[in-house]
Structures are given as structure tokens and as C-alpha cells.
């Protein structure tokens, strides 16, 4: 099974938003509303920012959303904050009963 | 407080074993599943396997199937990863974290256990 797919960068300044995709296919992402969100920052475990598409966490910031289009999921972040910076992973329930991540996006604060 | 505590790093030699652990507490260890998860020095993370220890059925992705087991003691809330024969690739981070079945994410992630090879 393939990774999805996330661009490898992304950027934004504080207060603007930004949205990260994850692009899948019939075989995950646009089978099924079991996609998550995960922030990792350097040398800490992955946090949980967003589950079954676009459901938060207690504690989450509701600066964070998610939504599917197709085979695409995306994350959006509004108010970007300078603690955003860090790297991002998109992961789907697939059709073999596994799961499977995406590549990873690093996000920037300017 | 709800948490999984990993086992301690690990320095080994190509062809040796390993068993690595995670142990639940503060919840109902058989009622969700653990997940295990490899990151590779500055890579990504990529999903490996699951266990239910509710009933120990497991499910590897084909790119970990038969390269490592995962096992599960409920008598003692803890869940392993092994490997019979390791290999310098397997030099990684290895992280659990517990998943309410197909719902919810996986919402609560061990510290991660360093493995190198």
C-alpha cells in the first residue's frame, strides 16, 4: 500500500491560515470517514489533533479543522501561532483493514 | 492519568532478538487496541501493526508482515514488538499508542522506545 500524499513544506505568518492536504485514494481516504491529523514537534511523540475527519480532542485548539473532499483530506490551521511549527501526518483506515500515513508536512511560521 | 510507558532504548547487533514493551494504565487495557509505529531517523511515520488484546487478533501492514511480532499480556496491560533476527534497518524510534477501535484516532502515544542496530 502506498503512502499518502502531503507536500513536504508548507508555510504561513502569524494570524494567516494554512491548509495541508493528504490525498489518498478509493482505496483509503475516499472510502471511509477514518481519517486523523497528527502534530509532531522535534524529539516528541505525534499528538492527536484531529480524528474521524474532522472531530477534536478535549484540549485541541478549534484553530484546527479538518475536512475530506473526495480523495483528498485536509487539514486547516487558522491564527497561526509560532507553537504550530512543527511537522504534520495525515493517516487513513484502508480497504485491507490496515492504515496507513502520510509522507509528513513540515509546517513554517515566518 | 491515562498512559503507556515504553520500554528503555536498546543497542544491539544485527541478528539478535528483541522484545520491546509498552504497559497501559489508568484505562481498560483490553478495551482498545494498541498500535505500534516506526520512525526512521528524520523520516515519517509509518504504521506497522496492531493487536486487539481484547482477544490478541492482530494485523500487520504488508511492509512489516513477517518481519515482526506483535504479542499482548492483558494480565499484565502490556503489549510487545519483536523481532527474531534484526537487521541494521531496523534502526528507528518505535512508538506505541492506543486506538478505540476504527474511531477516535490514536489518542494517547508512548514516549517511544529507541532501537539501534
Known amino acids: 500500500q502506498s503512502a499518502l500524499t502531503q ?5 504561513g505568518s502569524p494570524g494567516q491560515s ?21 502534530q509532531q514537534h522535534p524529539g516528541k511523540a505525534p499528538k492527536l489533533i484531529i480524528y474521524d ?35 504534520y501526518y495525515c493517516t487513513s483506515f484502508t480497504t485491507s483493514d490496515t492504515w496507513v500515513f502520510g509522507g509528513g508536512t513540515k509546517l513554517t511560521v515566518l | 492519568e491515562v498512559q503507556l510507558v515504553q520500554s528503555g532504548a536498546e543497542v544491539k547487533k544485527p541478528g539478535e ?29 509509518e504504521w506497522m501493526g496492531r493487536i486487539d488484546p481484547s482477544d490478541s487478533y492482530t494485523k ?23 523481532w527474531s533476527s534484526l537487521k541494521a534497518s531496523d534502526t528507528a524510534m518505535y512508538y506505541c499508542a492506543r486506538q478505540y477501535g476504527m474511531r477516535g484516532g490514536m489518542d494517547v502515544w508512548g514516549q517511544g522506545t529507541t532501537v539501534s542496530v
Request: glycine share 8%.
Open chain 1, 7 to 11: 507536500p513536504a513544506s508548507v508555510s
Open chain 1, 18 to 38: 494554512i491548509t495541508i492536504s493528504c490525498t489518498g485514494s478509493r482505496s483509503d481516504v475516499d472510502s471511509y470517514d477514518y481519517v486523523s491529523w497528527y
Open chain 1, 53 to 87: 475527519v474532522s472531530d477534536r480532542p478535549s484540549g485541541v485548539s478549534n484553530r484546527f479543522s479538518g475536512s475530506t473532499s473526495g480523495n483528498t483530506a485536509s487539514l486547516t490551521i487558522s491564527r497561526l501561532q509560532a507553537e504550530d511549527e512543527a511537522h
Open chain 2, 17 to 45: 532478538s528483541l522484545r520491546i514493551s509498552c504497559t497501559g494504565s489508568g484505562y481498560s487495557f483490553i478495551s482498545y487496541w494498541i498500535v505500534w509505529v516506526r520512525q526512521m531517523p528524520g523520516k515519517g511515520l
Open chain 2, 60 to 82: 500487520y501492514s504488508p511492509s512489516f508482515q513477517g518481519h515482526v511480532t506483535i504479542s499482548a499480556d492483558e494480565s499484565i496491560s502490556t503489549a510487545y514488538l519483536e
